[in-house]
C-alpha cells in the first residue's frame, strides 16, 4: 500500500517540474511578443507600400493623360 501510495504521488517523467514549466511558458510568452512585434512592424510596411503604390498609380494615370503632341502645339500657339 505505501509503495502504491508513494508512486502515486511521484510525478511522472512525462510532467515537466514547475520551474521547467514556467521557464516554458517565459519562452512562450517571449516568443509571443516577438511575433506580436513583427507582425506590427511588418503591417507598417504593408501600409507604407500601399501609399507608395497609389503615388505610382497616380503618376501613370498622369502619364497616360499626358498628350505631349497637344502640350507641343500649345508651346507652338504660345497659349501656354
Known amino acids: 500500500m505505501l509503495e502504491a501510495a508513494r508512486i502515486s504521488s511521484t510525478r511522472p517523467e512525462s510532467v515537466p517540474s514547475l520551474e521547467a514549466h514556467a521557464s516554458t511558458l517565459n519562452k512562450f510568452d517571449s ?3 516577438s511575433l ?3 507582425i506590427g512592424e511588418k503591417e507598417s510596411e ?4 500601399e501609399a507608395e503604390l497609389a503615388a505610382l498609380k497616380e503618376g501613370v494615370r498622369k502619364l497616360e493623360e499626358y498628350d505631349p503632341a497637344t502640350e507641343h502645339e500649345k508651346e507652338l500657339d504660345g497659349s501656354m
Open 36 to 38: 506580436i512585434k513583427a
Open 46 to 49: 504593408i501600409g507604407s507600400k
Open 31 to 33: 516568443r509571443k511578443f
